[in-house]
């Protein structure tokens, strides 16, 4: 497969194209590189809002998916899958390290029942329902991915792995959903 101008392939011919990635084969590299990095540099710049920063991510994640490219199984996820993905934790790391705090919200950070002894948290139920319909009240506002699990977590109070298999999702998946919905929950009830 050579291409003379970089074009969509099949999900089987980018499989078939990162098995000679992961075989050190150049040009194969090179036909990826040609097709993703002008869709990188888009997907890039939405997280980073600054040209040269997403330059930087996309090139950063070039070099991700050679270095590691024996990691991918296409069997999992689609490459294009696998790489965005790589794309937006590189971006996340980067805004982490600039924010100079952690991206990660933990669920206490909206739902606080840490701050006393559990055989006293029956004595706090009311807070923790004001809080529950706190969230209720802005669980509209989050994509409907976000919202149900949400709902699953925090309201039904499942297990993660059980929302997973709910979902039909991987157990990352879940924990990423409500990591995003977290912190626009807490953003949300900041700004009341």
Same mark, same amino acid.
């Given at each position: 497969m050579t291409l003379d101008s970089p074009q969509a392939l099949s999900k089987q011919e980018w499989a078939e194209c990162m098995e000679r990635v992961k075989q050190r084969d150049k040009s194969a590299f090179a036909n990826l590189f040609n097709y993703f990095t002008p869709r990188l540099k888009q997907f890039t710049y939405k997280h980073m809002g600054n040209e040269q920063v997403a330059i930087e991510m996309v090139q950063e994640t070039m070099a991700t998916v050679w270095q590691k490219a024996h990691l991918f199984d296409g069997s999992k996820s689609s490459l294009s899958t696998w790489i965005y993905t790589i794309a937006r934790n590189l971006c996340f790391d980067m805004l982490?390290?600039?924010?100079?705090?952690?991206?990660?919200?933990?669920?206490?950070?909206?739902?606080?029942?840490?701050?006393?002894?559990?055989?006293?948290?029956?004595?706090?139920?009311?807070?923790?329902?004001?809080?529950?319909?706190?969230?209720?009240?802005?669980?509209?506002?989050? !994509?409907?991915?976000?919202?149900?699990?949400?709902?699953?977590?925090?309201? +039904?109070? &499942?297990? =993660?792995?059980?929302? #997973?298999?709910?979902?039909?999702? !991987?157990?990352?998946?879940?924990?990423?959903?409500?990591?995003?919905?977290? +912190?626009? &929950?807490? =953003?949300?009830?900041? #700004?009341?």
């Open positions: 982490r390290k600039q924010k100079g705090k952690e991206l990660h919200v933990h669920a206490d950070d909206i739902w606080p029942t840490d701050y006393c002894p559990p055989d006293f948290v029956e004595h706090y139920s009311p807070e923790t329902d004001r809080l529950k319909e706190q969230i209720i009240k802005f669980l509209d506002e989050l !994509p409907k991915a976000q919202r149900e699990v949400v709902r699953a977590v925090y309201l +039904e109070e &499942l297990p =993660h792995q059980q929302v #997973a298999e709910m979902f039909n999702i !991987p157990l990352g998946t879940v924990k990423s959903r409500l990591r995003l919905a977290v +912190e626009k &929950l807490r =953003h949300s009830m900041e #700004a009341i």
